[in-house]
């Protein structure tokens, strides 16, 4: 039941213009009604598989450190260092240094806290790093995408000279998932 959650709830959405008896001006809502469910309900909700895992502490807490170090090594890489930027129309502060940077700290921070997952070898501590080098910067991307694509600068308000919740956890939405599978794939979860 839970695999197929993700198509019952696509269906759902899909027909709410049926209801609605609306056919004009209805595929970018539901574009993005489907596109929040997968990467809000779906990708963040592998932070619950987690949490349920036997080694749930370690593992959370871990990427409550890790995504937000590789976000901010990628900003200080890319202001100390400069260069040629990264995705200038996506995102145009982003530099190749700071891409490269908040990977290469993202390769490192695992073995510096590999107390927090006993049971990882060396290959998992770096896909950990990959999946957090890649993934973070992927998360704020996508989402970067979407801002830019519908003309807004940040995601909300609350979070005052943040922009919104999702502007501060964007990076988790690809690592989540991605961590969660590899963990489960080599430890079984």
């Not at 940077?101 to 950990?128: N, T």
Request: a positive charge; glycine letters at 10%.
């Amino acid at each position: 039941m839970l695999m197929a959650l993700p198509v019952y709830v696509v269906a759902a959405i899909l027909m709410i213009p049926i209801f609605r008896d609306r056919a004009k001006g209805q595929l970018q809502p539901i574009a993005l009604a489907i596109l929040g469910f997968i990467y809000i309900g779906w990708m963040f909700g592998h932070l619950a598989f987690l949490a349920n895992a036997t080694n749930a502490y370690g593992y959370l807490l871990f990427l409550l450190f890790a995504v937000p170090l590789c976000d901010v090594s990628a900003f200080t890489f890319g202001r100390l260092i400069g260069g040629p930027k990264f995705r200038p129309n996506i995102s145009p502060n982003k530099t190749w240094a700071g891409a490269i940077g908040a990977l290469a700290v993202s390769m490192v921070f695992p073995w510096l806290v590999r107390f927090s997952f006993p049971e990882f070898v060396p290959r998992d501590l770096i896909l950990a790093g990959i999946i957090v080098g890649i993934g973070s910067q992927l998360g704020d991307l996508s989402i970067s995408v979407i801002k830019r694509d519908i003309g807004i600068k940040d995601m909300g308000a609350i979070l005052e000279g943040h922009g919104g919740i999702l502007d501060r956890t964007d990076s988790l939405i690809y690592v989540a998932p991605l961590f969660f599978h590899m963990t489960r794939y080599f430890h079984g979860l």
